[in-house]
Each structure stands twice: as C-alpha cells, then as structure tokens.
C-alpha cells in the first residue's frame, strides 16, 4: 500500500525525476568514458610520451571521483528535498518510521542503479561516437582506444553503487531522525544564519590565505611534484568556500539596509540571495571548481592545437618536399598558400645527388638561423657562395635526397653545362615553405600521404616541418585531446550542476513569483529580477574560475616547453568559452523563465 | 455611475472551461456595488462562486462577459502592466494563506507595495511604521513570517494590503486559517480601519461569524446574488443571529 503510495508520488514529479535521472546518468556516462581512458594501460603506454600525462590522468581520475561525490551528494539533496513532504505525511498516516525509511532505501538506490545502467551504456556509445569525432576534428591518430573496456565498466559500476548505497544510508538516517512537522514544512523553514562579524573577517582572510597556498602549490608543481595537484584542490575548495561564505553574505547583509533594497524588486532579491545563501556558497564553490576546470582543460587542449603547428613551422625552412610531383600532387601544391616554392633537378649517381648551379642561383634555398640555445630565428636565403659553403650542408637540404635505407645522398654543385652532361636517374624535387601550418594542414597530410606511398622513405625521418609537425603530435597529440575531453566532461557537469539548483529552487519560486504577481508586481519586473538572481549564479563562479585558471595554467608550464607556453593566445579561447557559458546563462534564464513566471490566464 | 462609488459590478459572467472543453458557468449575471467606505460582505457556501468572483474584481482572472469598474477604472478593458498596476495601487489584498514571501522580512513584506510605486524610503519608513501601530505590530516588524503565528501573518497581510492606501481592501476568506481569537482579532482591525481610514472593504467569507462584522452582505447562489442583508442599526450579536436566520431560509 504505501509503496504503491510512494510510487503514485513518483509519477506526480516524473518530470524532475526525469531530469535528476538525466543528470546522474550523464554523470556516469562521462565517469565511464574517463575512466577507458585512465584505466586503459595499452593505450596510455602507446600514447603517453610525456612520463607525467600518466600522472596527470592518475589525479584526473581521483578529481572526478571527488566531483562525482559531491554531485552525488548534490543530486541526493534534491532528491530528498523533493520527497520529504511526502514521507512526511505517510508518517502522519501512520507508517512506521521503518517502513518509510525502507522506502526512501529502495528509492534511491534503485534510481542509483537505474542511473548507473543506462550511464554506462551511454558511456559507450559516446565512447564510440563522441571520442571518434573529437579525433577526426583534432586529427589525431590515437592508438588502442576502445570504446568497450571491461575493467572502466567494472570501476564505474562499483563507484557509483557505491555511492549510492552510501546515500541511501544517509537518506535513511536523515528521514528517520528528522521529526514528521520538519518534514512536512520543510520548504518554509526560515534559514536565517546569524552573522558574526569577527567569525566573518576570520573565514574571509583563511580563505585568501588558502586560496594564495593553493595559487602557489600549482606554480610550484616542479618542486612539489605529486603533492601539488592534491594540495591545490583541497585548499583552492576550501579556500573559495570559506571567501565565499564570508563575502556574499556580508554584502547581502550591508546592502539590505540601503536605501536601493528599498526600490522596486531589489529587497526581494537580496531576500532571496539571503534566504539560500549556504545552498548558494556551496552550489558556488562546485560551480567555480567545475568551471575553472572545464576552462583550464580546454585552454591547454587548445594550447597544444593552437601551438604545435606554430611551434613545428620554426623548425627547419621548408613544409614538404615532393619528388616527380604528379598531376594530382600538382594541384595540392599550387592549393598550399606557399611563402616561398623553389624547385630543383636532382641527377643521383652512385652515392652522389647531382645539382644545377643555375637553378641554385636562381631559386636561393633558403636555411634557418638559431641562437646559441637553440631558439629558432627567422628564414634568409645565403648567397650562392655561402651557400657553397654552409648550406649545402644543412639537414634540411640533404634530406632532399636519401637513399632507401634513410642515409643522405652527397650533394654536388655543376655548372649548368656540366649538369647537363652528367648522367645518372633525373628526379626534380618541389619545396613549399607555407606562410601558416595550421592552416594547409589538410593539404600538407594528403600530399605527405601521397609522397610516403610512391618514395619509400623510413617513416620516422624528418623531411620538412609538416613531419616534424606530426612528430610532435605523437607526444603531445595525448595530452591535447585529454585537455578537449576533459573541458567537455567538466563543462558537461557544470550544466547539469546548475540544472540542478534551477529544479531544486524552481517550486518554491513558483510559489513566490505568484506572490508577487497578485500583489501587482509588473512581468518585467519579475523577468528582471530572475536574470539578476541567475546572473549572479552564473557570474561569480564564472570571475572566480576564470582567476583560478590564470593562477592555475601554471601548473603546465613543465608540460608545454618553451616556445609553447600554456598563456599564448588563451584571449581567444577564454572569449570562446564565455560565450558558450553567455549562451547557456540565457538558456537557463529561459526555462526558469518558463517554469517559475505564473501564467495570466490561470488565478 | 457616481463619483462615490468604489466597485460596480454589471451582468458579470464568468464561464470556466474552453468552448471544445467541458465547460461549468460559475457566475451567471451578477449585479452590485459598493460604496465609498462601505464594509460589504459576500457570503455564499462553498463553490458557490466567492474567490471567482474576487479574482475577478482584483484582476486576477478575466470575466467572459459583463463589467466590472473599481474606483473608475474599467478593469475589463486593462492589459498588461496596467493590470500590474492595477492591482498595486487600487486594490489591497488579503489572502486565506496569507500570501507573505518568506524571504523577507515583516516590514520588507509590508514596504513591497511601496517599492513598487518607487516610494523614497524615508517616507516608506514611515509609512510602514504608521501602518503598523495601526494593527499593533509594531515589534514584529524585523520578524520572518516562519517566526510569526497563523494571526500575527495574517496582521502583517492586512499591513501591507492597505500600507498604500488603496481604493478598496478585499478579502478572501482571511479568517479560515485562523483560530477564533485570531480570527477575531482581524475581523476588530478590519473595523476599525474600515472606519478611521474610510477604506471601502469587500470581504468574503462562509462564515457567519465573519460576516456579522460587515454593514451589508450579499448572498451568491447559483451564480447570482440571491438575496441582500443590511445591518442598520443593528448590533453585532443581533446582525449575527439575523445572518443565522437569513442562512436558514436563502440554504433550503
Ligand atoms: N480554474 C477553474 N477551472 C474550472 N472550474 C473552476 C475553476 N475555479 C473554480 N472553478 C469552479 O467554479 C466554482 C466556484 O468556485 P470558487 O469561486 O472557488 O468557489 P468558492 O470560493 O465560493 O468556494 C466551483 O464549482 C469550482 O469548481
Ligand atoms: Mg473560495
């Protein structure tokens, strides 16, 4: 009887139980296709060059299981929130406490598990898809990365059963203990924090001082190596919260008594902001964490995307060379936005490549400078005497011509009449030097493709910066697509995050909103008044994530070397992210819009 | 119409339900009005049509035909923020559930209605203060309605319904969650404003009790007014048994 009560309940709230049973199973799907990454050892052996992407994915996974308790507390809290009224009155009516508390069990952890099923499986499939199509827009090529792993379906099942029958026993206690007229009138319990102000100063000046040796354990990942990464997370949480805590609610407190709170909405606003203030620090701290972590991620992903092929096109003077370009490779050629094209007529004889000294004079080859550390400078072209002399001997001009074991023909310099009269197998070879890498990489690949299949070089040698450009990707190529998924996981949280707090804060608006549209209050008052509310949900995270990601690009200076920096061109990719944050802002704002203004025609 | 009346109401209809829908007519035609500082009762059994036709003076539901005027203004013919303007300025509200925001404070809840109109807040604090020596809850001002009883809400709702002295102060069933004293209580303060401040009050109650208090009351049966008292000279405890009486002859 009262489970059948207890599912008549269910029914009455299915659409926010739908949306809590989305974000849980989002939640594990992203688990699970972190944890194929993390757990799968082939994969991160055969792609993680750099020693310390092992360790970065280590902290990565015990990051997301913190997170994913939080959520789960987050989304348990809702969940009780939604029910307590109900088990309220079935004990009312005379259910025993036990019999309730066995209900709220089975409830919530068959919606666990319900969670964790359709997770998995979704975690598969955007294993399949989502990773797939994150490699081809990157052009990655990433070996032993499969969709089906059995040891992350293990690890994400175990984790958030787990989780779940930890909830289930906290949900049991908390009801149990609770008495029946809380639970009845949960919603319009006045939640008022008494303020002191000496307790104030002392929270806000611990949370700087947590947030600065947070700040400072990320700069100084070098010295503290492993440490960093764990002392960072649990001082910069700490850190925000307690700031949090001490900031918001003095400001709210200070501005009630102006004569602003007094105009219009804005006392009802600042009502508001007071009545939920510790559900709000601790919805901002997630949030602000999951932010910086979604922008931090994509800001290095994009970093490497952004500054491999910067950083390989410094890296010797031409992009490609082409031997006997056909028609085809031809049309790639004149495709490319070529800097600079020379080509030459090669005459190979024994170990010897022959070269026309008419064609050198008139199409110079061109070397790279470096200074004494190593810093690649601009391009010139030598004279031909110099060339003579030096150039002739650089890498990149040998490498013109190898044998099929990998080694340098001899280059040769004649006069336009002796080369004429030499013998030996003609070959003309085009350079192109493109004015930007990234942007000719479709060309580069396809022609690189072409050029590998008709001349069998040895696949690791160096011929132009494109090569060297998918030299690097293979040891960076890792960690950039680490940096997108990730971004995309924590972004993806993010939402769901807020969603949460959207639905959980929605009724009691509704109720409110209808309030206020009897005692008069104009529609674009009360439109106004929600954008400012969710405006400060959105915006506070946002400046303290965005300063976190400042602070905390530091940390990945060991893992971008010189000339790469972890700073270079984030302006663009911050923009980018701000928008989409911009868009998802109004995308809320619409819903609860939608959800908490009354209608006109209903009284 | 003249210039001392405060709502007039004529051939109002209200039929709920779309046409392809199953429809049900709550009020069929209804005629009355209310003088300028009259206290008017509507009495009626329970849907019989009380809280439809409220909503409909304070512009919170829209009539399917007829009209009705409050204090001049065609209700019928508002739209929009006129509505919202409409309703804070000319008509003070008070509800069954007390309509208090919890969030705020009593006086908060009370200086709404002003903060709305952009009333500086030197003259909103004295507003409130006035209003709230009026109703004696003068100590409750910096309280949160959680930490308010069923009565003190309800004398917080009076508070702000006439902190800006509206044309007309309606009420609908404001004592049915109240205990008699409480109850009580409201219905002296609702007297007492209606006859120091000249406010016209339109309540609307089932309950005798209640309605002994106003000067005249008018019966909803089926839609329509059935039947009219007026208190005269009457006391209280007399009007109250004549209501009784009257209930006995207009239920059967
Ligand atoms: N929104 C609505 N839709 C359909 N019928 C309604 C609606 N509101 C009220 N009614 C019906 O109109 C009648 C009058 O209701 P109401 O005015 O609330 O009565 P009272 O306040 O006198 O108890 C009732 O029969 C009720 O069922
Ligand atoms: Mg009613």
Redesign the interface.
Known sequence: MLGKLALAGIKNRRRDYLVLLAGLTMSAAIFYMFANLATNRAFLNANAVVSSASVIFGFGAVLLILITVVYIMYANSFLLSMRQHDYGLFMMLGATRKRVGELVFLETLILGTIATAIGVVLGLLLSKFLVGFLLNALGLHLKHLTAFYLPAIVATVVLYVGLFILASLFNLVRLTRTTVLKLLHSD???N?PKVNPVWQLIQGVLGIGLLALGYWAMAAINDLQMAAIPLALVTITIGTYLLFRATILTIIRALRHT?WA???????LL??L???VHNYTRMLTIVSLLFAMALGAITVGSGYHRQLPLMAQRTGTYSVAVHDPNAHEQKLLDRLDSAYTATYTQKRQGKTVYYNAAELKRQPVEQRAYTKTGTAKHVSRQSFKAFQKSGIKDLDFLSLALTKAGSPYAPKILSAAQFKQQAGQTITVTTVRVKNLAQDLGTLKRLNQLEMARFSHPAEMTVGNYQSYTLMLGMFGGLEFIGYFLGIAFLAMLASCLMFKILSGAPGDQR?YR???????????MRHGIAKEIGILFLIPGIMGIIDVLFGLQMFKPLMPAPMSPYQGIGLTFLIFVGLYAIYYLITLALYWRIVLPKT??? | MTTNTVVSVSDLEKTYGKPNERQYTALKGLNFSVAAGEFVGIMGASGSGKTTLLNMLSTLDTPTKGNVVVNGHDVTQMRGNQLADFRAQEVGFIFQDFNLLESLTAEENIGLPLALKGTPSKVMDQAIHEVADTLSIADLLQKYPAELSGGQKQRVAAARAIVHHPAILMGDEPTGALDSTSARELLDLLTTINAQQQMSVLLVTHDPFSASFCQRILFIKDGQIGSELRRGDLDRREFYQQVLNELGTFNE
């Open positions: 319009e319990l006045a008022q004569s007094k105009k219009r909405l804005n006392g009802f009502g508001q007071n009545f939920r409110r309030m206020l549209y009897k005692v008069g209050v104009r529609y674009h008052l025609t209903d009284a």
